[in-house]
């Protein structure tokens, strides 16, 4: 019996030491957005298209008769899965954002808008993090 309860108690100061320990750990390195690996952004394009998840025809300029305006990028790696926002910008004021999943070990993924003839101008896509850090910002016109 007196053995059971000698096994009992160094059971329990076990489990007391760890869990001491991981809440050391813990206030040590808290776990943040300041602490995480930011993706690596590889291949950034505007384009007219995306086709098995690639870009197809990268451009600048676009076409008022084209139907949609792509905006492709791939990240590698990618550490954790999160997401990032493609933002889209005509004469600086905010059109669209689109909020794009990423998954770990490597991610591409597009947005896109929908061409009509007040449309024309500069443009740019602002790709960010969820804390608003720029990866890139892509810059294209659509014309006549």
């Known amino acids: 019996m007196e053995s059971l309860k000698n096994r009992l ?15 050391a750990h813990s206030a040590e390195a808290p776990v943040n957005s300041s602490n995480r ?12 298209g995306v086709e098995d998840f690639k ?17 492709y990028s791939k990240f590698d790696p990618v550490f954790e899965n999160t997401f990032i926002f493609h ?23 597009f947005s ?6 007040s449309d024309m101008g500069p443009w740019q896509v602002e790709i960010t993090d969820p804390n608003g850090k ?9 014309t006549e």
């Open 134 to 142: 720029v990866f890139k910002i892509l810059s294209f016109s659509i």
């Open 87 to 109: 933002n889209w910008y005509k004469e600086e004021k905010l059109i669209s954002s689109f909020k794009l999943i990423l998954q770990v070990p490597s991610w591409g993924t």
């Open 55 to 71: 870009p197809t025809f990268p451009t600048i300029v676009f076409s008022a008769d084209k139907e949609f305006v792509y905006c």
């Open 112 to 117: 896109r808008i929908r061409i009509r003839e």
């Open 9 to 23: 108690v160094l059971l329990i100061f076990i489990l007391i030491m760890v869990t001491v320990c991981d809440a």
């Open 37 to 48: 690996k930011s993706p690596v952004l590889t291949v950034a394009n505007m384009c007219e």
